[in-house]
Nanobody, 119 residues
Framework: VQLQASGGGLVQAGGSLRLSCTAS??????VGWFRQAPGKEREFVAA????????YYTDSVKGRFTISRDNAKNTVYLQMNSLKPEDTAVYSC???????????????WGQGTQVTVSS
C-alpha cells in the first residue's frame, strides 16, 4: 500500500483545513491519521473503517475534526475545524489490514504534511 497525504498548511486559530490521504496498492481495513508535534511522541488522531465507515477519534479533536472516506477515489479526508495552536503538528496517514487504532499496529505509512496553527 502506498499512501499520499496532502492538504497541510498555515492557518489562524479558529480556521479550517482539510487533509487528504490517497491510497494505492493492496487492500486494507482501516486508515488512520496520526500527528507528531515538536518534542512530543506521535499520537492517534482519527481513523475510519474502509468497509463499515465506523469512525474513531481521540478526545481532544471530537466535535472539531471529521474523518470521512471516498472508496471510489481510495481517499480518506480529515476535515479540521476550529483549529487551535495545540493542533500544530506533522500529520501522517497510515493504513492497516485490521480494525485497530494503535499506532504500532499500522503497517503502511504515508509521508507527513505540516499543519501550523497560529494564535
Amino acid at each position: 500500500v502506498q499512501l499520499q497525504a496532502s492538504g497541510g498548511g498555515l492557518v489562524q486559530a479558529g480556521g479550517s483545513l482539510r487533509l487528504s490521504c490517497t491510497a494505492s496498492g493492496r487492500t486494507f481495513s482501516m486508515v488512520g491519521w496520526f500527528r507528531q508535534a515538536p518534542g512530543k511522541e506521535r499520537e492517534f488522531v482519527a481513523a475510519i473503517g474502509r468497509i463499515d465507515g465506523v469512525t474513531y477519534y481521540t478526545d481532544s479533536v471530537k466535535g472539531r475534526f471529521t474523518i470521512s472516506r471516498d472508496n471510489a477515489k481510495n481517499t480518506v479526508y480529515l476535515q479540521m475545524n476550529s483549529l487551535k495552536p495545540e493542533d500544530t503538528a506533522v500529520y501522517s496517514c497510515a493504513a492497516v489490514r485490521r480494525i485497530t487504532t494503535r499506532e504500532r499496529d499500522y503497517d503502511y505509512w504515508g509521508q507527513g504534511t505540516q499543519v501550523t496553527v497560529s494564535s
